[in-house]
T-cell receptor, first 111, second 113 residues
Framework: DGGITQSPKYLFRKEGQNVTLSCEQN?????MYWYRQDPGQGLRLIYY???????QKGDIAEGYSVSREKKESFPLTVTSAQKNPTAFYLC??????????FGPGTRLTVL | KNQVEQSPQSLIILEGKNCTLQ??????????LRWYKQDTGRGPVSLTI?????NTKSNGRYTATLDADTKQSSLHITASQLSDSASYIC????????????FGSGTRLLVRP
């Protein structure tokens, strides 16, 4: 069953902690993306990767880091430097610049 | 500045009724426009995609229109169902082979019985 998966669905973080959100796809897509969604706002791009071992900053990369060691995986780390990390995080993938397919999302809450 | 604006912000309709959601964009150059449906707490799902030369595209009870001259798009939902309750997001792709999409903030639709 092809698709894009994210885990965990819900994540709680204490102040000062780093947390890593998982994103995996078996669609054989070259490009992968991380977005942040806040209530009443459009999706904002955090990082994206066009190919393995390469990634670029999006519009709101500060306080986040990523890696792309495998084509199928694009984990996002929310560091303690991100001052307001509570949000809904969406991962997506696409074949080059074609339609992006989204995962089910991870809701991160800072305690 | 590339922007996508959607209206209304929210909408409540009765089951069985039709509705139309609006999207205005200032993205230039333009490649294509997509409408996504996002159920609460889920990821967006693509409904339609239209390029510059297309002015209408249907997907079941969903019909999207595009006027590239006025830079406007609409999404018409016919005979609404309770399962249509969701946010509908208009997304524009710049025509520079960019991986960066421009997202609207969405219209939140509630269909009541």
């Amino acid at each position: 069953d092809g698709g894009i998966t994210q885990s965990p669905k819900y994540l709680f973080r204490k102040e000062g902690q780093n947390v890593t959100l998982s994103c995996e796809q078996n669609l054989n897509h070259d490009a992968m993306y991380w977005y942040r969604q806040d209530p009443g706002q459009g999706l904002r791009l955090i990082y994206y990767s066009q190919i393995v071992n390469d990634f670029q900053k999006g519009d709101i990369a500060e306080g986040y880091s990523v890696s792309r060691e495998k084509k199928e995986s694009f984990p996002l780390t929310v560091t303690s430097a991100q001052k307001n990390p509570t949000a809904f995080y969406l991962c997506a993938s696409s074949m080059r610049t074609n339609t992006q397919y989204f995962g089910p999302g991870t809701r991160l809450t800072v305690l | 500045k590339n922007q996508v604006e959607q209206s209304p912000q929210s909408l409540i309709i009765l089951e069985g009724k039709n509705c139309t959601l609006q999207c205005n964009y200032t993205v230039s150059p333009f490649s294509n426009l997509r409408w996504y449906k996002q159920d609460t707490g889920r990821g967006p799902v693509s409904l339609t995609i239209m390029t510059f030369s297309e002015n209408t595209k249907s997907n079941g009870r969903y019909t999207a229109t595009l006027d590239a001259d006025t830079k406007q798009s609409s999404l018409h939902i016919t005979a609404s169902q309770l399962s249509d309750s969701a946010s509908y997001i208009c997304v524009v792709s710049p025509g520079d082979s960019s991986y960066k999409l421009i997202f609207g903030s969405g219209t939140r639709l509630l269909v009541r019985p």
